[in-house]
């Protein structure tokens, strides 16, 4: 079984290293051939792995080398496939191999073909380790790697310029992707602080040991790492108010969104908190601010999501609500639920990307959905895809989303937290408000793409292929729910529902269902028989242009910390290094030369001056010698 | 009264702020010459007196080497004066200050 | 061969004599090839290094000036051993990579004497042999500057000379009085570095010792606020020239504090850890603001030198194992990437004559080898796992994070605040739409710029996956350190915070 960890953990970067031997290169088919065979053969060894741990029960454990090996540290490069972890290999390795076959078709007219491919297969790597590592440092050595991966997609079209559009006062595929990596960078100190302290206190690395022993510290050390690990969790998973980078990160191609943006890189941080659990269980009050949070960002990202415009970044909003989601589930201990969520929903979010990647292509990389309409006619599968994945986002039976966002909804039930549960109650129907939105203005309706000229065309056959696993899992997902709980139960938590909850779970079920399904039929009164805009009150009404300007945050951290810093630095090189520290170095100088400028005076070459001088001197070393003589 | 060591440092001492005068005073660079053979023998005579006084005799060696060396100066000092005063017609010190700095 | 050290120092001394009677036209080859041989030598002291010994190995002595204990005394032991690999290496691709037309001869001379300097610095056991070298080193750097610099050449040179030259007399004051305590303690004179280890000064003599031999370190490394010769010496010094300056002579002064501040005060150093990293931090987040503001590709580079000393800094006075190990291995980290960072400014300068930024922009499209170079050398920079920049900045971090867990979230603002103005640079330098019709023409990188430039990566790569040839013998020495230090230090708070191992320390 250990080859086959390590075919799992090194077919992305065989692949990642060959699309690179030809990066500069015009494009070659074959390499996005090679490339998606080799990340299919990650899924073959992570699915036989899957099998193996469902029979065995045990986890597989593999040491490759030292790493770090210092003072007291011993890092190794560790990896420890168990229950949770091969489920996110699964899905992983499943997105992956999707996206690298859709890949094919959606840049196969990008002249940097080759290099994306690259890029593509070094993220699956990266995220290979993050999710395999055995200990904390091998974690963070993914957890970067899927930042720089991340950074590399997202400017993947480095050469287009800075614009202002809508609420962003400078956006670009560049600029996203720098906000990104330093948005993950701020957050990535705090994950580094969590690493110190478990350092330092309980001196390894290791998930196994590290956990054995987290009953040894005191109650305020464990808050104190259970925070730090969080903020590193919040950046990766773009939780408030570390939030932006996700939005602005949809400059990058679309299959990098479905793959980084929705499915895999942003679910780190919930992976995070799910291996942490024997951490977390030990202090439910982080937890519950957790959830809070999460719940928080689930409604705030929904309501941004209500009325933007952007294909693209209604989806992204609606990750960051699913995500919020997650949290919740997570912060309140439900940690299979989380997963369980989190598995889901990587399946139909990425679908929903991959469908909003054929519109896109469609509509020759126009993204205002103001500008599509009935595009039904003429893109059948994608609508058939959109429509499924958008079901499963809003929770509708049979669909994943039903089955694992229900259950988020009946633990916030279950835990009392009722103000939770009203939230994320209302955010289901918020969700499926925008969702549909989506769908009917794009798919119903007038064909408004006449009028920017654009001529709409189907996927090519073989990516509409690529797509059905992920409407499948949609749509299947959902009746493996038991099997799940079984299987990753064996390693994490159980969660029970009291007794009082499984009463209630029909009414709960029905009154989600509802709430759902009344978001569909607004969306479809408001936008499923063509597009009437009311201008007058998109431009006046205030709530309207708080949500549509994202709560004028880009704005407002641009105003805050971003040029702030740069005329802080511009007066810390100026006015200080220039004008006080250099400037009193020169003026040591200056004052030497300056004395001796003066005292020069006194060599004015008169013999009888010198000796005039030579005498002063004299009586000066005779009367400093008299007064030492004397205090002696 | 006998006259001790004391009365011939006083005379040193008188001798050589003679000495010291005319070097910071004088202009003429003859006249420097002079002031200073005051100054040596002024030392001289400090050496003289305390070698007796402590009853060793490398104070009284010192002092002919002074002279010795005083001669010698004089020698070569002379000679340049003559050609300094060859050279500018003068020995007046406030003509000389080539050294400016 | 014992005496390996000996022609390590002279031979490069011999061979720039010889140099004098080669003709010009071969000369460039003479110098690869005397370049070549001595980091062969150097790699042969690596090879035949003993790694289970943590002390002085290759030892060599011979008195000079017995009267006054001074001998000609050489040994390495894992703290210098790589510093030396890493001046051999940092030369030879200095000249691999020289872009200088006029006077060749005289700048590849210049370079092997420079080396003698600094191989002589890092593996001399006797102080004041340790000293003649250490000013020795201020020559050729003065020469190079001042006469291949750039307009402001003679005021950056003097400047850096005059600058660092006050700073190691006063250095200079403090051994000399070290010299005189020992005559005083034992009786007999002695300068040789591993007699004065035994020495145990009282703590009202160690704290003006320490703060003598800190102002000569401070200003060598250069720390906030002795810092502004850099810039002048980085922004007008040939490449050749910023490239040695950053990888070699800047670690001078932090090896300084490593090899003669820690183990010879080690009370005064706990004493005063926090002024000292109070100035570190100051260093880090000051620079880094600093470089975020300049409009110099090759400032950003000199600033952000200084913000990666403060690092260094920082992980020396951890006093313990990992702190000071990560900072020895971060002074390697950063020869390797600042020097690559200054050898591609250097690339592109020699092609278009300008630095500034907003000259360039969008120039991925046409030196691609030359945009994923400085990629790679960026994201070691801001110190990416599995390069060689994370292990260092992480393990001084981590170090320093015993002392003060406060002072090492500020100090760790540096990956925040690194990747901001590295980012920045990447972004306005490779990336938007190509505007400047002159970088059109622009040419990727040349087989003499790859031939320097591939082995660095190589090593940034190859030094992040696997760390341990290199960690190893530096972990070993670091341990001897950190033992000689707590048990010779008096204070009871030095016994607190010097560290040997996790076990014995306060927590368990």
């Known amino acids: 079984m250990e080859n086959y960890v390590y075919i799992a953990l090194f077919a992305p970067l065989v692949s990642s290293l060959f699309a690179a031997l030809f990066a500069q290169k015009p494009k070659i088919q074959l390499v996005g051939i090679v490339t998606s065979l080799l990340i299919g053969i990650a899924l073959f060894a992570s699915v036989i792995l899957f099998m193996n741990i469902e029979e065995t029960g ?111 006062p400078s956006i670009s595929p560049s600029w996203a992707a720098n906000e990104a990596f330093i948005m993950n960078r701020i957050a990535d100190l705090g994950m580094l602080v969590g690493i110190f302290l478990i350092y330092w206190n309980l001196g390894t690395f290791k998930y196994t040991e590290v956990f054995a022993h987290i009953g040894d510290l005191s109650h305020t050390m464990l808050i104190g790492i259970g925070i730090a690990l969080f903020i590193g969790a919040m950046g990766k998973s773009a939780q408030f108010p570390l939030h932006t980078w996700l939005a602005d990160a949809m400059e ?82 439900a940690y299979w639920v989380a997963l369980f969520h989190l598995a889901a929903h990587a399946a139909f979010k990425a679908l929903l990307f991959i469908g909003a990647g054929n519109v896109m292509h469609a509509m020759h990389d126009e993204l205002d959905m103001f500008k599509m309409g009935g595009l039904k006619k003429v893109m059948g599968w994608t609508f058939l895809y959109m429509g499924i994945g958008s079901l499963a986002l809003s929770g509708i039976y049979p669909f994943a989303g039903f089955f694992s966002k229900d259950t988020i909804l009946e633990v916030a039930f279950n835990e009392h937290t009722y103000g939770i549960w009203f939230i994320l109650w209302l955010t289901a129907g918020l969700t499926a408000f925008y969702s549909f939105r989506q769908v009917f203005l794009v798919f119903f309706g007038d064909e408004r793409y006449h009028e920017i000229g654009a001529h709409p065309h189907e996927a090519k056959p073989y990516a509409l292929w690529a797509m059905a696993p992920l409407a499948v ?75 549509y300007n994202q709560y004028y945050i880009p704005v407002i951290y641009d105003r805050v910390f971003a040029k702030p810093y740069k005329e802080l630095s511009d007066i810390a090189w100026k006015e200080i290094d220039m004008q006080v520290v250099d400037a009193s170095v020169d003026g040591i100088a200056k004052f030497v030369e300056k004395s001796g400028d003066v005292s020069r005076k006194a060599q004015n070459g008169n013999l009888s001056s010198y000796l005039n001088w030579m005498a002063a001197g004299l009586v000066i070393i005779i009367v400093i010698a008299a007064i030492a003589v004397a205090v002696q | 009264m006998t006259i001790g060591l004391t009365h011939y440092l006083v005379l040193s001492a008188i001798l050589f702020s003679v000495g010291l005068a005319g070097v910071l005073r004088r202009k003429n660079l003859l006249m420097l010459f002079f002031a200073t053979e005051i100054m040596l023998n002024a030392a001289n005579v400090a050496f003289a007196a305390i070698s007796v006084h402590i009853g060793d005799l490398s104070g009284q060696m010192f002092a002919l080497f002074i002279m010795a060396v005083a001669a010698s100066e004089v020698a070569v000092g002379l000679g340049l004066l003559i050609l300094i005063y060859k050279k500018y017609g003068t020995l007046n010190l406030d003509n000389f200050s080539i050294m400016k700095g | 061969m014992s005496n390996i050290l000996t022609v390590l120092i002279f031979f490069p001394l011999i061979a720039a004599i010889l140099g004098l009677f080669v003709n010009q036209k071969s000369i460039r080859v003479y110098g690869i090839t005397v370049a070549a041989a001595e980091f062969l030598l150097s790699l042969w002291l690596w090879v035949s290094y003993d790694n289970s010994v943590a002390g002085m190995q290759f030892v060599e002595k011979l008195k000079l000036i017995p009267e006054f204990g001074i001998s000609y005394y050489l040994g390495v032991d894992g703290i210098s051993l790589f510093i030396v690999i890493m001046a051999t290496l940092m030369t030879l691709i200095g000249i691999i990579a020289l872009s200088v037309k006029d006077n060749l001869k005289n700048m590849i001379i210049t370079l092997l004497f420079l080396e003698v300097a600094m191989v002589g610095v890092f593996v001399s056991l006797d102080v004041i042999l340790f000293y003649v070298f250490w000013e020795f080193s201020l020559v050729p750097m003065l020469y190079i500057i001042g006469a291949w610099g750039g307009d402001k050449r003679l005021y950056a040179s003097i400047k850096f000379f005059i600058y660092t030259f006050a700073g190691s007399l006063v250095m200079l004051v403090g051994i000399l009085y070290v010299g005189y305590a020992y005559y005083s303690t034992t009786g007999v004179w002695s300068f040789s570095l591993t007699d004065w280890y035994g020495l145990i000064l009282p703590f009202s003599v160690q704290k003006y010792l320490f703060w003598a031999f800190f102002l000569g370190f401070a200003i060598k490394v250069p720390m906030v606020p002795f810092h502004t010769w850099l810039p002048y010496a980085h922004g007008q010094a040939p490449t050749v020239g910023s490239v040695i300056l950053a990888a070699v002579l800047l670690k001078m002064g932090s090896y300084g504090f490593v090899r003669f501040s820690l183990p010879l005060f080690p009370d005064a150093s706990v004493a005063y850890i926090t002024p000292v990293v109070i100035i570190a931090i100051i260093m880090i987040i000051y620079t880094a603001m600093v470089a975020y503001a300049q409009k110099d590709i090759k400032q950003v580079i000199a600033y952000s030198s200084i913000s990666h000393m403060g690092i260094i800094v920082l992980g020396t006075f951890a006093m313990n194992v990992e702190g000071i190990a990560g900072s020895v291995f ?24 300008t630095k500034l930024l907003s000259e360039f922009g969008g120039i991925a499209k046409v030196m691609p080898n030359f945009a994923t170079i400085f990629v790679i050398m960026t994201m070691a920079s801001v110190g990416l796992p599995l390069t060689i ?42 990336f938007g739409p190509l505007t400047n019709p002159e970088n059109e023409k622009l040419t990727d990188l040349n087989a003499k710029e790859l031939t320097a430039l591939i082995p660095l990566v190589a090593i940034v790569v190859w030094l992040g996956i696997y760390p341990k040839p290199v960690l190893g013998p530096i972990n070993n020495s670091t341990k001897a350190l950190v033992q000689l230090m707590h048990k010779k230090s008096i204070t009871p708070k030095a016994q607190e915070i010097i560290l040997v191992s996790k076990d014995k320390g306060v927590n368990k």
């Not at chain 1, 400017?155 to 559009?165: I, Q």
């Not at chain 1, 693209?312 to 997570?330: E, H, P």
């Open chain 1, 252 to 333: 990058g191609p679309t299959p990098v969104s479905a793959l980084i943006h929705a499915a895999t890189m942003v679910t780190a941080g919930v992976y995070l908190v799910i291996r942490a659990n024997p951490l977390y269980s030990q202090i439910p009050e982080v937890g519950y601010g957790i959830a809070v949070l999460g719940t928080f960002v689930a409604i705030f990202a929904a309501s941004m999501a209500l009325v933007n415009r952007d294909l693209k970044r209604v989806i992204a909003y609606s990750t960051l609500s699913q995500l919020g989601y997650m949290f919740a589930a997570a912060g309140l201990g």
């Open chain 3, 330 to 353: 971060q002074m390697l980290s950063h020869g390797i990437v600042s020097g690559a960072l200054f050898l591609l400014v250097g690339a592109i300068y020699d092609r278009r004559h």
């Open chain 1, 473 to 547: 899992a949609a749509v299947v997902v959902g009746f493996f729910k038991e099997d799940f709980v079984e299987f990753v139960t064996k390693f994490l938590p159980e969660y029970e529902m009291s007794e009082h909850t499984e009463h209630m779970v029909v009414i709960l079920t029905i009154i989600t269902t509802l709430v759902a399904l009344t978001g569909i039929v607004v969306a479809y009164l408001k936008y499923a028989k063509g597009l009437k805009r009311n201008l007058e009150f998109e431009q006046n009404n205030k709530l309207y242009k708080l949500l």
């Open chain 1, 58 to 168: 045990k986890a597989v454990s593999v040491t490759l080398m030292d790493w770090i090996v210092v003072g007291d540290m011993d890092t190794k490069f560790g990896f420890s496939v168990d229950q949770v972890t091969v489920v996110m290999m699964t899905v992983v390795t499943l997105i992956s191999t999707v996206v690298h076959i859709y890949s094919n078709y959606y840049m196969e007219s990008d002249k940097s073909f080759n290099r994306f491919f690259s890029y593509l297969s070094a993220f699956v790597f990266s995220m290979m380790i993050l999710v395999m590592s055995d200990n904390f440092l091998g974690l963070f050595i993914g957890w970067e790697g899927v930042g720089v991966c991340s950074w590399l997609l997202i400017g993947f079209w480095y050469e287009k310029k800075d614009e202002t559009r809508d609420v962003n």
């Open chain 3, 389 to 430: 920049g994370f292990i260092g900045e992480y393990l001084s971090l981590l170090g320093f994070f015993k002392v003060s867990p406060v002072l090492t979230v500020i100090a760790g603002t540096s990956i925040i605040l690194g990747a901001v103005y590295m980012l920045s640079i990447v972004k306005k330098t490779f």
